[in-house]
């Protein structure tokens, strides 16, 4: 789990996300840069992402749906019982056409990001929760990949 402080949240409009990935360093760098664009932006493991989902109240989740062990829909479906309206921005190095991918996009809420994971395509993904959820923050636009 990452250990980040709380960036920005409550009356300046910090989205509460959370990077789900099986590996770590993955993880950790995008909620890094994520909270250095002002995100409350924490980070776990596909094992652990539903008991975190349960510490802090999210916003949304970025998860990779290519996952060893268990996959990234999963994780979804998981964290959807608990919150059926979750936003989610699954990511993978796999191809749109696997199978993977589209039962994940099949579920409500969903948008879709190719890895590498360019940060400007990512911001915008999150853009759209941001106006979802009535924030009034427009997020900064800066090309980057992870």
């Not at 250990?3 to 760098?29: E, F, M, W």
């Not at 479906?77 to 989610?88: G, V, Y």
Request: proline fraction near 6%; aromatic fraction near 4%.
């Amino acid at each position: 789990m990452g250990t980040g402080s709380a960036v920005r949240h409550g009356a300046s409009g910090g989205l509460r996300l959370l990077v789900v990935d099986a590996d770590p360093l993955q993880a950790s760098a995008l909620a890094m840069l994520l909270q250095e664009e002002g995100f409350d932006a924490k980070w776990a493991s596909p094992w652990h992402a539903v008991a975190e989902s349960v510490r802090y109240s999210l916003d949304a989740i970025i998860l990779d749906v290519d996952m060893p062990g268990l996959n990234g829909t999963d994780v979804l479906t998981r964290l959807r019982e608990r919150d059926p309206q979750l936003p989610a921005v699954v990511t993978s190095g796999l191809p749109r056409e696997d199978q993977r991918i589209m039962a994940a996009m099949a579920l409500p809420a969903v948008s879709y990001l190719c890895k590498p994971i360019n940060l400007r395509r990512l911001l915008g993904c999150l853009d759209g929760v941001v106006e979802s959820l009535g924030h009034s923050r427009r997020l900064a636009r800066r090309p980057t990949n992870i």
